[in-house]
């Protein structure tokens, strides 16, 4: 599997990462029923195929999908471990109650806490998960990760969900080393704004969400839409209610023709368009199990042609789904 620089950290990451956002299992922003078999075992193919990076979170499962994603690194011989990216910002307590905190104090104790249960000594990239306009200046959040990198707890740092204003704030005080954002072909803001932010100050983009959290997957469904629990948060996703669920499935079947040309899923076309724009580093992409792991392996080494492009434009003019810059 080919790597990718992610920007100015001395990083190679592969093309694709292994998102563990459903490793979490239910809950209020969660996806339902997981089995953690199942997620480990879908960690070790992703590894097996050449993956060489996980991304995770501490409010994911409330914990939960790091501990899963340490039991799945503990399995794997030390060589073969992958990197360990996670984030910090978004607490709970213990009812279960999710809220912003990005004290200095809070981001410390996070950080601890990760490194405990991923059963590792250091992270290889710590990420502000989401801003928090009601808490302090972002200027001292920024700070505390920045001094967790030189006490050897991180080797490198960045945010998450953040826009421009953000970035240039976090710059001013030390040299922003990633972003992740949301970018996919139903969500494609980013696109035109804080990934050209990012190109221009060699910060390294890692986008979330590529498939739209399943909609473009190849398998996914009105009838898979209508049948979501209630614990899986699509089920209350704009995005999977009509009328919008309605084009991004007709976004969904005008992909076929360009998958059936390179011999890959749809899924893999979705995550290719968002490696194809200047700026991104790699695609986060999750996975229950194994063989979903197995479809879209083949999007790291994928690479739409100007024809292709073109013709996933068209389908997104045509469609109507989503907003923002249409191609790269």
């Keep these: 599997m080919s790597t990718r620089a992610l920007g100015r950290t001395g990083l190679e990451i592969s093309a694709v990462g292994f998102g563990s956002w459903v490793t979490g299992g239910p809950g209020l922003m969660g996806w339902g029923a997981q089995s953690d078999d199942e997620s480990i075992a879908a960690v070790h193919r992703a590894v ?10 501490a409010v994911y499962g409330f914990g939960h999908a790091e501990e899963v994603v340490g039991r799945a690194l503990a399995a794997l011989p030390p060589a073969d471990r992958p990197l ?6 978004l607490v709970w307590d213990d009812r279960g109650v999710e809220r912003n905190d ?25 990420q502000i998960h989401a801003p928090d306009p009601a808490g302090p200046p972002v200027e001292e959040s920024w700070g505390a990760l920045l001094e967790l990198v030189r006490e050897g707890k991180v080797r490198h740092v960045g ?47 890692i986008v979330y969400g590529p498939m739209a959290a399943g909609l473009l997957s190849g ?6 839409a209508a049948a979501l629990p209630d614990d899986d948060w699509r089920s209350r996703a704009v995005e999977f209610q009509p009328p919008a669920l309605h084009r991004n499935l007709a976004l969904q079947e005008a992909l076929r023709p360009v998958a059936a040309r390179h011999g890959v899923s749809v899924g893999a076309v979705a995550i290719a368009w968002t490696t194809a724009w ?51």
């Design 84 to 89: 360990v990216f996670t984030k910090c910002g």
């Design 102 to 126: 990005l004290t200095p104090e809070s981001i410390r104790r996070e950080c601890v806490a990760s490194l405990r249960r991923l059963g590792v000594d250091h992270l290889d990239l710590y």
């Design 278 to 328: 200047e700026g991104v580093s790699a695609a986060i992409v999750g996975a229950r199990t194994a063989a979903q792991v197995e479809g879209w392996l083949p999007a790291a080494s994928l690479r739409l042609t100007g024809e292709d492009l073109a013709e996933v434009a068209e389908a997104v003019r045509t469609t109507g789904a989503g907003s923002g810059p249409v191609g790269p």
């Design 219 to 224: 398998t996914f469904s009105a009838e898979r």
């Design 159 to 205: 945010v998450s969900n953040f826009d421009t204003a953000l970035l240039d704030r976090c710059a001013a005080v030390g040299r922003v080393e990633t972003l992740q954002p949301p970018l996919s072909l139903v969500k494609r803001e980013a696109a035109a704004d804080v990934i050209p932010w990012c190109a221009r100050n060699g910060t390294g983009v």
């Design 48 to 57: 097996a195929g050449g993956v060489n990076w996980i991304d995770t979170a």
